[in-house]
């Protein structure tokens, strides 16, 4: 058994006025789940070597949002049929 809290977040830039964090904070709450969903503003630039970090960082998931929602598709190890299609 592991003592680290497993995170998870939402990459974007800007990403300060996401809603994401609490509505997901309120669920982890409420339900008595250990975790911590974290915003993280990410430079296009940086993205990948953002992405490659988390995992040690203790992040088991992150959503993507704007300006980032194409470029990941690139980077992504899995990219399913729906996802492609969305583009």
């Known amino acids: 058994m592991t ?3 497993p995170l998870a977040g939402v ?3 800007p990403i300060a006025h996401s809603k994401s964090p ?3 904070r309120h669920w982890l709450k409420t339900y008595g789940l250990a975790g911590d969903y974290v915003p993280m503003d990410v430079s296009s630039a940086d993205l990948r070597d953002v992405l ?3 995992p040690k960082a203790g992040f088991v998931g992150v959503n993507i949002t704007i300006p980032h929602k ?3 598709l690139d ?3 899995l990219v399913t049929d729906r996802a492609t ?3």
Do not use: F, N, R
């Open 3 to 5: 003592d680290k809290i």
């Open 11 to 13: 990459i974007g830039s």
């Open 22 to 24: 609490q509505i997901h």
């Open 85 to 87: 299609l969305i583009g």
């Open 52 to 54: 490659q970090a988390l």
């Open 70 to 72: 194409e470029t990941i």
């Open 75 to 77: 980077i992504a190890d």
